[in-house]
């Protein structure tokens, strides 16, 4: 299955666990509880310097060996689509070996904060419906980012995090499992907000 469609094939997942979230700003069971130390694959993962949402330029840095990076603009294809979106781009982790470990993310900038919120809500909506272990941390504030993280462990997922800040929305999903990623929970909120602190709309 393609990577980008990934996240469309998650919301419709059966249920297997029961949701926990959190408003406090603290992540909730069983989500995030007991994360180990971002790695130094996390660490290799970063890059520096401005992100490019239309290319998907400067968005990650060194793969895991074996894999490679690959992006892709799909601001063309979604131009005439009526979502309001400005650009749209992803950039992967990938390994031509079946199973290998992969990191997703994309990266989606709207022409004002409405879609966005629609978005990131219709996102969260389709894991809570489907009793998915969830934790969030909804800063209801401009220009603050709001965190989605969802525990998914199974069909070739390991965990998938969504945030959004303003009219900006990415999603970064690891698999196939958790056990068999070297990438951490801390290490994709590291990730994350990397990118969300580099990506200038």
């Known amino acids: 299955m393609s990577r980008i469609l990934i996240l469309l094939a998650i919301i419709a997942l059966v249920a297997v666990a029961c949701t926990a979230t959190s408003e406090s ?109 969830i934790s969030e941390v909804n800063s209801a504030d401009e220009n603050l980012v709001d965190q989605l993280s969802i525990l998914i462990d199974s069909d070739g997922v390991g965990r998938i995090v969504v945030l959004r800040q303003n009219n900006r929305v990415l999603t970064i999903t690891i698999g196939p499992s958790m056990e068999a990623v070297p990438w951490t929970a801390a290490d994709i909120t590291m990730i994350g907000e990397s990118i969300m602190e580099r990506w200038k709309g």
Request: hydrophobic share 35%; net charge negative.
């Open 25 to 133: 700003g603290e992540a909730s069971e069983p989500v995030v509880s007991g994360v180990p130390d971002t790695t130094a694959a996390g660490a290799a993962a970063l890059t520096t310097g401005s992100v490019d949402a239309d290319t998907c330029e400067g968005v990650l840095g060194a793969p895991p060996d074996g894999g490679t990076l690959k992006t892709r603009s799909f601001t063309d294809t979604i131009k005439d689509s009526g979502q309001s979106i400005k650009v749209m781009c992803n950039a992967d982790f990938e390994s031509s070996t079946p199973g290998d470990p992969f990191l997703s993310t994309t990266l989606i900038e709207f022409d004002t904060d409405e879609p966005a919120v629609d978005r990131y809500e219709m996102i969260k909506d389709g894991f809570v419906v489907n009793s998915m272990p």
